[in-house]
């Protein structure tokens, strides 16, 4: 393994559409750092469950939390999870060729449960930044009943497999060329819309800048 590359191991190593891997550790990052909703996925009773959460990152682990009742938090058992980004529709000459952009990661490992509090606290601020950069200092800190009653998973990113697929059609130069059809690319983008403030708030009390600046952006 060299300096800013992920390690190739049984569970990440790429063995089909072998040129859409990537080792590279800034394409996990941009992949994470693109999003804020992850699949966990967990053995739970002998069955898999997956569930999808929010998360948030340092440069070494991933944050996942919950309430201390959910199943799907314990810690100490391998996990996996997943975090995919759709750019568009592959639209080829022929159903077969057909495919998807897109962006995804899958991460391995064991979680541990954090028990710091310190840790605690700056992994929820950690995982409230990701969603909403700015949100952790405009709202009420938790108290310490709302920690006790919450559990917070740290995953290391160390192994985890990534994979990327970007551009045309395969089938522009086989046979199918010659049919005569349209394709190409249906690029997909979501953007924030204007903040709605709850219905019972005073109506003197605005959007804070930090959330009404994000109309019309991407998250990441």
């Known amino acids: ?21 990537s080792l590279d550790r800034a394409d996990l990052d941009a992949i994470l750092d693109a999003g804020f909703i992850c699949h966990l996925g967990v053995i739970v009773e ?12 340092d440069e070494r682990q991933l944050y996942v939390h919950g309430s201390v009742a959910s199943r799907s938090l314990a810690a100490g058992a391998p996990v996996c999870v997943t975090v995919t980004h759709v750019d568009g529709l592959v ?12 962006r995804s990661a899958v991460i391995h ?4 449960k954090v028990t710091d509090p310190d840790e605690k606290v700056d992994g929820l601020r ?8 700015g949100q952790w200092d405009y709202a009420r800190a938790p ?5 006790a009653a919450t559990t917070l998973l740290a995953l290391s990113l160390e192994e985890a497999s990534v994979k990327i697929r970007t551009g045309a059609p395969d089938d522009g130069d086989g046979p199918d060329a010659e049919l005569g059809l ?34 019309g952006t991407r998250h990441g």
Request: zero cysteines; a positive charge.
């Open 1 to 21: 393994m060299t300096y800013g590359s992920l390690p190739e191991t049984d569970l990440t190593r790429h063995r089909r559409l072998r040129a859409q891997g």
């Open 46 to 57: 002998g069955r898999p469950l997956v569930v999808p959460t929010v998360y948030g990152r």
């Open 91 to 102: 639209l080829a000459r022929s159903v077969f060729e057909h495919g998807v952009n897109y």
């Open 109 to 112: 490992g064991v979680p541990r």
């Open 126 to 133: 950690r995982l409230t930044e990701h969603a909403t950069p």
């Open 143 to 147: 108290s310490r009943k709302e920690l």
């Open 182 to 215: 349209w394709a190409g690319t249906l690029p997909l983008t979501s953007t924030w819309g204007a903040p709605k403030s709850d219905p019972l708030l005073p109506p003197d009390v605005a959007p804070p800048a930090h959330i009404a600046r994000r109309e």
